[in-house]
């Protein structure tokens, strides 16, 4: 634990938010350079990280989120060093730290389970193994240790060692690819649970003048091939105009879409590389309107997801509905003006309605969810973010006029472009646009549980016409 002189936090398990306020206070732009060993059966990945973090007004502990077993090699600045572990919590003492920038280099293992931070897939066609990560909301820190808090944005560099016949994609581009080995360019700055990477032999399929690359594993190369025209186009439509409508451009140096069989959910925005369950792509009933929607607003929400929370992120789980709000909002909006054959107007209706239910329910929460810990952060993930939340917005863009609206996200997205927010930036945003005070306006919307289902007469505060 830290030393009483110092003024770290005395943490609990998981990441406690008064220790993520404090190190947001005392630890600036984290560099995180992994390589992780992968090998086809084992039961555990071994990896090596080097983690440089400058602490201004140092020497202070350093406190890390770490949920796996022992590391070892420990060295701080050069020289070895001895790590306290407590309350899933790597401690190095502020002894072995000065101000300014410190490097801190170590080795470590963690497990490839069903439910855990790196995952197998095996295809019983062909025998064939895939293995991926999957870190939201917060266990990065089960894979290797790290600042696990969306606040606490890091540059990633990647390293892997593979299997012979395996290819990985990651967050960034490749910067050199051989047998056995890939190697990834930095990472802008992105959020511990954002960090992803893929691997096994999958197959890349890619279109002239498209520049996303859909990632299939091998025995569904010839679906894979079948949907992508489609599927590529679509999404690169949307990306010209999530670009317009956010005032930026895409945000990455590159964009991957990699199917996952069995992925625990429909998909997950990891920044770069969106990874996506690929039933849910690759459809078992292709010719269903409603599962052809569905597999659109999926894409369309993921890849909005690119600005609205990879760009732009939630300092905390507690604002997950700033994320989860503008993804369905840009995505609907998308497939209304997009993909004209799914009548993206009933699409809206059939979203806003379903979100006023949703408010309506006794005990129902706000949007903004108070969160004490991320190990509780699954309970934010409720309809109110993903249903209420885009129909507040919806609505907000009716009440403030749709040209006031954008103005405000464009400047929202361009003021925090690589940064984090809470609702109160937005409420800023959308107060400089309108020159109003909007405090009254974010209390009965974005505080008050049920505002939505009881203050305002439904066809108006969904703007269902
Ligand atoms: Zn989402």
Not at 18 to 23: F, G, H, T, Y
Not at 317 to 322: A, G, N
Not at 429 to 445: F, N, Q, S, V
Request: hydrophobic residues 45%.
């Amino acid at each position: 634990m830290p030393s009483p002189s110092s003024a770290a936090p005395r943490a609990g398990p998981g990441v406690p938010l008064a220790l993520a306020r404090w190190r947001e206070r005392h630890y600036r732009a984290p560099r995180y350079e992994l390589a992780f060993r992968l090998r086809p059966g084992a039961r555990s990945v071994s990896g090596t990280l080097q983690l440089a973090v400058t602490i201004p007004r140092g020497p202070l502990d350093l406190v890390l989120d770490w949920r796996g077993g022992p590391v070892n090699g420990v060295r701080v600045n050069g020289r070895t060093a001895s790590p306290l572990y407590k309350n899933q919590h790597l401690v190095i003492p502020r002894r072995a730290l000065k101000r300014g920038r410190n490097l801190l280099q170590l080795a470590f293992s963690a497990p490839v389970r069903a439910g855990g931070p790196l995952r197998r897939y095996r295809d019983a066609r062909d025998g064939a193994e895939y293995l991926y990560t999957l870190l939201v909301p917060a266990d990065a820190s089960a894979l290797f240790p790290c600042f696990d808090q969306p606040g606490l944005k890091g540059r990633f560099r990647l390293k892997l060692d593979l299997p012979k016949n395996w290819r990985a994609v990651a967050n960034a581009p490749a910067l050199e690819e051989r047998t056995g080995f890939a190697r990834f360019a930095e990472t802008p700055p992105i959020s511990t649970y954002l960090f992803a990477f893929a691997a096994g032999p999958f197959r890349v399929v890619t279109r002239k003048s498209e520049p996303v690359r859909l990632f299939v594993r091998q025995s569904r190369l010839a679906r894979a091939r079948a949907v992508a025209p489609a599927l590529l186009r679509l999404n690169r439509a949307a990306m010209d105009r999530f670009a317009r409508d956010c005032g930026h451009p895409f945000p990455f140096p590159k964009y991957d879409l990699v199917l996952i069989p069995d992925f625990h959910y429909g998909g997950m925005e990891h920044a770069g590389a969106t990874f996506l369950r690929e039933d849910r792509v690759l459809l078992r009933q292709p010719r269903s309107r409603y599962w052809r929607r569905r597999r659109a607003l999926l894409l369309l929400h993921e890849t909005a997801h690119q600005w609205m929370g990879n760009l732009v992120t939630m300092r905390w789980f507690d604002d997950l509905w700033l994320k989860e709000g503008f993804a369905n909002y840009l995505a609907y909006g998308a497939l209304q003006a997009l993909a004209l054959e799914f009548d993206g107007e009933r699409a809206w209706a059939e979203l806003t309605s379903s979100g006023r239910r949703a408010a309506a329910k006794p005990g129902a929460p706000a949007l903004h969810a108070p969160l004490d810990n991320l190990a509780a952060a699954r309970s934010v993930y409720t309809e109110i973010v993903y249903r209420t939340a885009p129909a507040v917005l919806r609505h907000a863009e009716r009440e403030f006029g749709a040209a006031r609206f954008r103005r405000a996200l464009r400047s929202f997205v361009r003021r925090h472009a690589w940064g984090a927010v809470d609702w109160r930036d937005l409420v800023r945003a959308l107060e400089r646009a309108t020159g109003r005070d909007l405090r009254p306006w974010a209390r009965r919307r974005i505080l008050q549980p049920d505002a939505l289902a009881q203050g305002v007469p439904p066809t108006r505060a969904m703007g269902i016409q």
